[in-house]
């Protein structure tokens, strides 16, 4: 089940639209391409440029923004994406029908996901504030939720909890993606 995007709170509306209109008073010199191509370049990460470019130009507000209100956009897209995620774990949950090792595994994702929101919210004040270190270790913390979730999955039906795959397999490969790509554009400012 691919996670779907929620509707973000005021306060980060707000917050994003401080960041792009200092954005667009720089005038945006580069596109989306551009910023999602210089990102992703000369790491390991080279594969997420057309992820990048696709959740960006999907975002209001992305071809105007230059790369500090591009890393803005990806943030909260992050932010969005974790918010669905849990919605999606506690939807997986009331349906039931999970051998107990997959209804812990749920439990884990569940918790894994509701404190990496609360990291995002700090990842968001230190953009904004232009801490980019602080960022940087917010987003790493924060990405780590996913691939705890996929290993709690793992564990679970290694150990006679079911053979079957991780149900939330696309949500947390889109929720790393997407955490990557954010701090990919944060780190590119640095640059």
Not at 31 to 55: I, K, M, N, W, Y
Not at 68 to 93: D, P, W
């Amino acid at each position: 089940m691919a996670a779907r995007l929620v509707s973000v709170p005021v306060p980060f509306l707000l917050l994003l639209l401080v960041v792009l209109a200092g954005s667009r008073a720089a005038l945006a010199s580069e596109t989306v391409e551009q910023v999602c191509a210089r990102a992703t370049s000369g790491g390991a990460h080279p594969d997420l440029a057309p992820f990048c470019v696709a959740s960006l130009r999907a975002a209001p507000g992305a071809d105007g923004a230059d790369a500090r209100g591009l890393a803005a956009i990806a943030t909260n897209l992050t932010l969005a994406n974790y918010t669905a995620a849990v919605a999606t774990i506690k939807t997986l949950e009331r349906r039931g029908g999970w051998t107990a090792a997959q209804q812990g595994a749920l439990a884990t994702c569940c918790a894994r996901y509701i404190e990496a929101l609360n990291v995002v919210h700090s990842a968001v004040h230190a953009l904004a504030v232009g801490n980019l270190r602080d960022y940087a270790a917010d987003m790493a913390a924060v990405a780590k939720a996913a691939t705890d979730c996929e290993d709690a999955f793992g564990a679970a039906n290694a150990g006679g909890g079911g053979g079957a795959s991780s149900p939330l397999r696309k949500v947390d490969e889109d929720a790393v993606n997407l955490t990557t790509v954010a701090a990919l554009i944060v780190g590119s400012l640095e640059k």
